[in-house]
């Protein structure tokens, strides 16, 4: 709590804060953003970044609450990083912001540093697709969820996601335990 409170007031963050609100449309902050220098500028996206994530996190925290999914857990440590882990039912979730994961309902490349944009967001894809195969031949079960896919009542994450927690429980049945 004491370290929300006080990024709170990092002055970045706060500026990040403000742009993070017209994420709606996620190539606005950047476009913003573009007015300040390079070092300026990728200090804000990261900050931008990390916010952005926060929030969809939360987001999905308060829909797994909302339907009574427990079991999960935080900061396992995978590959890729998953934001939420069912360790008992071996299933990773992601949740992939639209602009930095490269929605194709939702990103746009910002117009300046287009090719630099483009090129960093399609590695992200690469990067995201390698750690999905990599979990998925260690026997994981892999949810990808879109920042978009978790406002309103978020009904087709949560059909995503209870599908694979089914699929697992079937599989459960030929299968050792996972070792915590
Ligand atoms: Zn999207």
Redesign the pocket.
Known sequence: MESTARELYHPVVNLAYELDLLSAQ?HHPIAMADIYSKTKRSEIMAAVRSRGNKATEIALVLLLRRHKLWGWRRHVSLAGKPDFVFPEERVAVFVDG?FWHG?????KAPKSNRSFWVTKIRSNKIRDKSATRQLRKLGWIVVRI????LKGKAMPSLEKLTRALDASSKQQRTRPKFER
Not at 103 to 107: I, M, V, Y
């Open positions: 996620p639209c929605c194709p309902a939702h990103f879109w920042q978009h896919e």
